[in-house]
């Protein structure tokens, strides 16, 4: 069936270093792919999004890419804080459903 | 604009049990989804309203069942609870179908069933 497939499921980056999650997803009909970060206590939050006819996204220290031909793509988190520990979440949305991946922990150490 | 709210934020039940959670989606918003969240099985869709019709269902029993008003607030229940349903249930809203718009998700309520 389809499936997202998340990695790593844990990151722990020195503050002010980069950091790289990336995901793969089965379903050919994808063609929406946000990023979530999800805090302790609280809903998922979109961090930034990409629809299938753009390769790359930035929006400040974050950014995402996307390569449909090999069916992945991947967050970038330049300049890590404190602050953007939390748990990030892929997500594809095809013929008529979001499906999530497994989740990645970030712990940024200050 | 105010946010996604979810009421009650916490909940308890005993398994056999039945329970209904609410959702009242960002003003001007017309699609509300229905998520699972558990610690094994990941974020999981359960199903979305659109103006009051249910558009989409995930892979969920019949015991899951939702409707939405015409005001586009949106109310999900659990027949007959089992252990297993204990779970973070989010919902969330968007202007538009799902995957059309940017989906806003609310802080969840927390079903625990003894």
């Known amino acids: 069936g389809e499936n997202v497939e998340q990695h790593p499921s844990t990151l722990s980056v020195q503050e002010g270093d980069s950091a790289v999650i990336k995901c793969t997803y089965s379903?050919?009909?994808?063609?929406?792919f946000p990023w979530y970060k999800q805090e302790l206590g609280k809903g998922p939050q979109l961090i930034i999004d990409?629809?299938?006819?753009?390769g790359e996204k930035k929006d400040q220290r974050i950014a995402v890419t996307l390569n449909k031909t090999a069916k992945h793509f991947s967050l970038h988190i330049t300049e890590t804080q404190p602050e953007d520990s939390a748990v990030y979440f892929c997500?594809?949305?095809?013929?008529?459903?979001?499906?999530f991946g497994t989740g990645t922990r970030l712990k940024v150490l200050a | 604009k105010a946010g996604v709210t979810q009421t009650p934020r916490y909940l308890i039940k005993t398994r056999g049990q039945q329970v209904t959670l609410s959702c009242s989606p960002i003003s001007g918003h017309r699609s509300v989804s229905w998520y699972q969240q558990t610690p094994g099985q990941g974020l999981q869709f359960l199903f979305e309203?659109?103006?009051?019709?249910?558009?989409n269902k995930g892979n969920f029993p019949g015991r899951f069942s939702g409707r939405q008003f015409s005001n586009s607030r949106s109310e999900m229940n659990v027949s007959t609870l089992e252990l297993g349903d204990s779970a973070l249930y989010l919902c969330?809203?968007?202007?538009?179908?799902?995957?059309?718009?940017?989906?806003?998700f609310g802080p969840g309520t927390r079903l625990t069933v003894l």
């Open positions: 379903d050919s009909a994808s063609n929406y």
């Open positions: 969330a809203s968007s202007q538009g179908l799902a995957g059309t718009d940017t989906q806003y």
């Open positions: 997500a594809t949305h095809g013929a008529y459903k979001y499906i």
């Open positions: 309203y659109f103006s009051e019709t249910q558009r």
């Open positions: 990409i629809r299938s006819n753009v």
